[in-house]
T-cell receptor
């Protein structure tokens, strides 16, 4: 399976600030996926990032709040902007190999 | 109706017994089915994928798929305390296309 490196692994941030999460994959992939996992909840897809085009956002998520970059086929970033305590979650990067999805180790974000 | 449903648990299982986890899905066009294990504070780890009706065995794990009943299950034989985790059912295909839709997860506790 692909090796997915995500950083930071955790952070505590002040409300109103922004945090950029990085995701690096050890092989080239067409699509990279960003998920949110709120405390005690399952995973919710935020957006799909394709290289060379705008990310595709799911219902309830907007680019102004969660801007995504995808500069090449092995790297993506997700920014959580103007954070509030409600953004406290685990954010996960994912890639597909064949039809199976694999995840980075996640970023545990706490907003105070 | 949720797209992918699981009993949240906790499912308490004595060590050495069989843990049986169930998952139902609403989209009859779904084509790919996955079970992930997630330890507390960690990211999901793929343990089984299944694509056709019937059983698929891998070590102590058996996945069962019944597309007519829109039902997928996971059996864990000879349960160990290290199997204590949340198990997430995920589905791909149908109206959601290539997107992965997760159930809410079932928490399993294996008691020594």
């Amino acid at each position: 399976s692909a090796v997915i490196s995500q950083k930071p692994s955790r952070d505590i941030c002040q409300r109103g600030t922004s945090l950029t999460i990085q995701c690096q994959v050890d092989s080239q992939v067409t699509m990279m996926f960003w998920y949110r996992q709120q405390p005690g909840q399952s995973l919710t897809l935020i957006a799909t990032a394709n290289q060379g085009s705008e990310a595709t956002y799911e219902s309830g998520f907007v680019i102004d709040k969660f801007p995504i970059s995808r500069p090449n086929l092995t790297f993506s970033t997700l920014t959580v902007s103007n954070m509030s305590p409600e953004d406290s979650s685990i954010y996960l990067c994912s890639v597909d190999q064949n039809t199976e999805a694999f995840f980075g180790q996640g970023t545990r974000l706490t907003v105070v | 109706q949720k797209e992918v449903e699981q009993n949240s648990g906790p499912l308490s299982v004595p060590e050495g017994a069989i843990a049986s986890l169930n998952c139902t899905y609403s989209d009859r066009g779904s084509q790919s089915f996955f079970w992930y294990r997630q330890y507390s504070g960690k990211s999901p780890e793929l343990i089984m994928s299944i694509y056709s009706n019937g059983d698929k065995e891998d070590g102590r794990f058996t996945a069962q798929l019944n597309k007519a009943s829109q039902y997928v299950s996971l059996l864990i034989r000879d349960s160990q305390p290290s199997d204590s985790a949340t198990y997430l059912c995920a589905v791909r295909g149908g109206a959601a296309g290539n997107k992965l839709t997760f159930g809410g997860g079932t928490r399993v506790l294996v008691k020594p």
